[in-house]
């Protein structure tokens, strides 16, 4: 049987899952002392690629390979028909609506929105009937109300030390946010038995890492 090829988000995300992946039986080595390596097979049973967030979307949607394992918030801001099949209790944080002390979301003044998640803003200020212009910025967003290029940003808080460090408040709480594994429809069909028993050892070690505190609930 061919491996399955599984792309992981590099970055923050590897770095907490690679314990979880490790947990459940498969052997990381390369994952783990990785260097500028970009592909791993130390498991015959697996080939692992790492890719930016977006790209997991992108490599899943043209089947080259069967698995991703990304952030909803990567999920969420783009157009996704593939299969959701795993929560990981790994990656959890929130959107937020955050802005200098002196920002007022009553002003009557058209807003003007940074955030690296257009979409998600959008839907969000069209939920509360709030006509916005909205800046796309691809990083260290908060610096867009502290240099005056927004009003205000959109965008994941985790600890809340990047908000704090740069005097920011947060003015509205939006949608959570957590690791998902997830399928291409496709490869579901072809490689179920052996997507079943990743997604339940996956999900051991999830569970198993929750309970001895490795991982905040
Ligand atoms: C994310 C996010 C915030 C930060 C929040 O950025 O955009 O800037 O993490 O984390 P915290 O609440 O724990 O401080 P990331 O580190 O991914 O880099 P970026 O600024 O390049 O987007």
Redesign the pocket.
């Known amino acids: 049987m061919e491996p399955i090829k599984i792309a992981l988000t590099k970055g923050?995300t590897e770095q907490q899952v690679v314990p979880l992946l490790e947990a459940s039986g498969i052997n990381c080595q390369g994952l783990k002392n990785k260097g500028r390596k970009l592909i791993f097979n130390d498991d015959p049973r697996y080939d692992f690629i790492l890719v930016k967030g977006p790209d997991v979307l992108t490599y899943l949607n043209s089947g080259t390979v069967q698995i991703g394992i990304v952030g909803s918030d990567v999920l969420d801001e783009q157009e996704n028909s593939q299969y959701a099949m795993l929560n990981l209790s790994v990656g959890k944080c929130r959107f937020v609506l955050a802005s200098t002390a002196d920002f007022n979301p009553q002003q009557q003044r058209r807003k003007i929105i940074a955030t690296?998640y257009p979409n998600i803003t959008k839907r969000y200020f069209e939920g509360i009937g709030e006509d916005v212009e909205i800046i796309k910025i691809e990083?260290?967003?908060?610096l867009a109300p502290l240099i005056g290029l927004a009003d205000a940003i959109v965008?994941?808080?985790?600890?809340?030390?990047?908000?704090r460090e740069n005097n920011l408040r947060v003015y509205a709480k939006l949608q959570p946010v957590n690791t998902k594994l997830v399928v291409n429809r496709l490869a579901l069909r072809q490689y179920q038995p052996q997507i079943k028993t990743l997604i339940s050892n996956l999900q051991t070690a999830d569970r198993q890492a929750v309970k001895s505190k490795l991982i905040r609930e």
């Open positions: 923050r690296k990083g260290s967003v908060e965008d994941i808080v985790e600890t809340g030390n990047t908000l």
